[in-house]
T-cell receptor, first 112, second 113 residues
Framework: NAGVTQTPKFQVLKTGQSMTLQCAQD?????MSWYRQDPGMGLRLIHY???????DQGEVPNGYNVSRSTTEDFPLRLLSAAPSQTSVYFC???????????FGSGTRLTVV | GNSVTQMEGPVTLSEEAFLTINCTYT??????LFWYVQYPGEGLQLLLK?????DKGSNKGFEATYRKETTSFHLEKGSVQVSDSAVYFC????????????FGTGTLLAVQP
């Protein structure tokens, strides 16, 4: 049982480039979320999904897009990377959020 | 709005010392409360949870009690080990249609031998 798998683990982008951070879970969880982690700021919610075909914005959605075509996958797209998007990104999933989320191991992104 | 406030770190303790990390929350209704732990270079792991007032969550010697009257969920451990060194996050889920998870800023715990 792989849990929540994020790829890549590390990425360096140039300003203006686009890329997709991949997230896949094999637990048939309906709820999935993307967070970014920055020093001193904890984790901030970027986008979330309550099921296939349903997504919505979190606290800091600007510059990011998501889609949820299947239950398993929830990719995060950076449209035009900026240095302010340098961060560690975590994907998480849950069958029932009151029971807690399972997190991936993260993607460390640097934008130069 | 809904929010979580936890004590600033870092917290530095000697091995076998008693640990308390304070966490208070602001929320409408009756949120579920969580403590997550992040070891260096890893993702977050659920440490313990409580879903209603007066519930006590416990795991690996850590415990926290859901106190609605003081809107608190303080994390405690009677005797810390070097292996407990990590960042600890308090979080709440306030349910509803979105079931968002709101985090505190995290507290770094460093345990010295």
């Amino acid at each position: 049982n792989a849990g929540v798998t994020q790829t890549p683990k590390f990425q360096v982008l140039k300003t203006g480039q686009s890329m997709t951070l991949q997230c896949a879970q094999d637990m048939n969880h309906e709820y999935m979320s993307w967070y970014r982690q920055d020093p001193g700021m904890g984790l901030r919610l970027i986008h979330y999904s309550v099921g296939a075909g349903i997504t919505d914005q979190g606290e800091v959605p600007n510059g990011y897009n998501v889609s949820r075509s299947t239950t398993e996958d929830f990719p995060l797209r950076l449209l035009s990377a900026a240095p302010s998007q340098t961060s560690v990104y975590f994907c998480a999933s849950s069958p029932r959020p009151a029971d807690g989320y399972t997190f991936g191991s993260g993607t460390r992104l640097t934008v130069v | 709005g809904n929010s979580v406030t936890q004590m600033e770190g870092p917290v530095t303790l000697s091995e076998e010392a008693f640990l308390t990390i304070n966490c208070t929350y602001t929320a409408t209704g009756y949120p579920s409360l969580f403590w997550y732990v992040q070891y260096p270079g890893e993702g977050l792991q659920l440490l313990l949870k409580a879903t209603k007032a007066d519930d006590k969550g416990s795991n690996k010697g850590f415990e926290a009690t859901y106190r609605k009257e003081t809107t608190s969920f303080h994390l405690e451990k009677g005797s810390v080990q070097v292996s407990d060194s990590a960042v600890y996050f308090c979080a709440l889920n306030y349910g509803g249609a979105t079931n968002k998870l709101i985090f505190g800023t995290g507290t770094l715990l460093a345990v010295q031998p």
